[in-house]
């Protein structure tokens, strides 16, 4: 038997076929308003203090950091040539887990163009500008590490042999060792008696000078319980022969690697070049120089150094946060049982008291000495203080 079907008119599928649409957008639309109050009432529940609204500063910070980052277009070609990824020559290395190697250079670099560029332009196989004070000022402004350079560095055009060792570690070097173009004086002599004839500021004034204040320093038997540690009171604190090797962080010209060397210790001495210079003269006396800003990751790898000593250096101009990273940075670098000789760190009283014994406390130390004394050298007035404490990095459970 046969069905019999009626077909229906188009007007009346055309009338499905507008429902079905109508109902489909009502849908979209109803859930996009759903989706849009929902979200906003999660957003809205968040604890006000959970909200950072940042301040001026940091917003006039942020942009100025954005403009000032150099485009593609802005950056030299052989910036480009040595942090562009170059192609293994075997492949993919396991080491790498790539088979492209990345050169590092400071994040901060491009947002100096102009230096930058200056910087990276030169003759290829040629010489290189002579130029150290503008490497020098992008590095203190974060350029760090600077990128390598195809180029011969400027020397000294009458160069001489250092002289021997145990000579050179009292010995002013000649003034043949240095190029003297990025500093305002032009000889040893004039350094070493700057502090008598030259007005205003320079860092370390009269640390040149190993016939003056640097042939006494660190030279004493006993501090008597003062801010001046005896580098023997703070060795034999260790087992005889277990404090080795270590590192001075703003070490000025490196008289106390040579005070450790006497004691058949090897330090590294970190220093900028600061209207002088600083690195040539602590190779000259036959021990190490490393030339890194106090921004810089320490290049050495975990639980490594014996010691670790800085003299004025790590105090209140440095901005908290920093000093935070830099102290936990110590602190991976020493192995436990290592020592931290915060040395003469100064700060004004309350701040002693409210910001940076809870910011070292926070960081894991166990504390064997800790001194606090009256800074007066600036007048009394400014109620500055020093701190001077030997820290030790657990020797259990220093994670």
Known sequence: ?????KRRPVATNWFYIFLLLSTNLLTLLLSATFYSSCSLGRRSAVPEAMVTIPSQSTVRSAATASLNTASEDDLAPEFKAFTSGQLLPFGINPNFDSDTMYPPVGRPCTMFPDLLRRFMTYKVNGSCPDDELLAQKLLLKGC??????????????????????????????????????????????????????????????????????????WTADKSNGGLDFTIDEVVTTKKPGTIRIGLDIGGGV???????????????????????????????????????????????????????????VLSNWIPTTLLHFLMFDIYRVLRPGGLFWLDHFFCVGEQLEHVYTP????IGFNKIK????????RGPELQEMYLSALLEKPLKKSW
């Open 1 to 5: 038997m046969e069905i019999s079907h």
């Open 144 to 217: 760090e590490p600077l990128p390598r350079r195809r180029c011969r560095h400027a020397s000294p055009p009458d160069y001489v042999e250092p002289y021997p060792l145990p000579t050179s570690l009292w010995t002013t070097p000649s003034d043949s060792s240095v190029v003297w173009t990025a500093y305002t004086c032009k000889n040893y002599d004039c350094l070493i008696n700057r502090k008598h004839r030259q007005q205003g500021f320079d860092d370390c004034k009269d640390c040149f000078d190993l016939e003056g204040a640097e042939k006494h320093r």
């Open 254 to 312: 490196a008289t106390f690697a040579v005070r450790m060397r006497d004691r058949n210790i090897t330090i590294i001495t970190t220093s900028m070049n600061l209207n002088g210079p600083f690195n040539n003269f602590i190779a000259a006396r036959g021990v190490v120089p490393l030339y890194i800003s106090i921004s810089q990751r320490l290049p050495f790898f975990d639980n490594t150094l014996d010691i670790v000593h800085s003299m004025h």
């Open 359 to 362: 910011l070292i406390d926070s």
């Open 370 to 377: 800790w001194v606090v004394g009256r800074k007066l050298d």
